[in-house]
């Protein structure tokens, strides 16, 4: 199975922008759909977004939360999927894990992703 590590979290002030990479070992990320989630103290992990390759490119997914304000993109080359992050808020603060799962399909939750990052915090002060 494919290995992942995130990192690039940090402290931000209220509108700042981060960006989060999920890089990979034992296997290339291209072959599979890979998610983001992120988790707040006490509460569950949400699906933050996805990106899938659909045949012709890569496809991207978006919780309504982040839509335009969060960009996933994919570098085969690095074998790295980045979570660029602009406009942050209060809001967004929690750990941030990116998950690899099934290449045929996109879902948002977690029972569908096999392969965890440890996560990387991500604090946006008011």
């Known amino acids: 199975q494919v290995q992942l590590v995130e990192s690039g979290g940090g402290l931000v002030q209220t509108g700042g922008s981060l960006s989060l990479s999920c890089a990979a070992s034992?296997?290339?990320?291209?072959?599979?759909?890979v998610g983001w989630f992120r988790q707040a103290p006490g509460k569950e992990r949400d699906f933050v977004g996805a990106i899938n390759w659909n045949g012709d490119g890569d496809s991207t997914y978006y919780a309504n939360s982040v839509k335009g304000r969060f960009t996933i993109s994919r570098d085969n080359a690095k074998n790295t999927v980045t979570l660029q992050m602009n406009s942050l808020t209060p809001e967004d603060t929690a750990v941030y894990y990116c998950?690899?799962?099934?290449?045929?399909?996109?879902?948002?939750?977690?029972?569908?992703?096999?392969?965890w990052g440890q996560g990387t915090q991500v604090t946006v002060s008011a």
């Open positions: 998950a690899a799962s099934d290449p045929t399909r996109v879902s948002s939750t977690t029972d569908h992703y096999h392969s």
């Open positions: 034992g296997r290339a990320l291209r072959s599979y759909t």
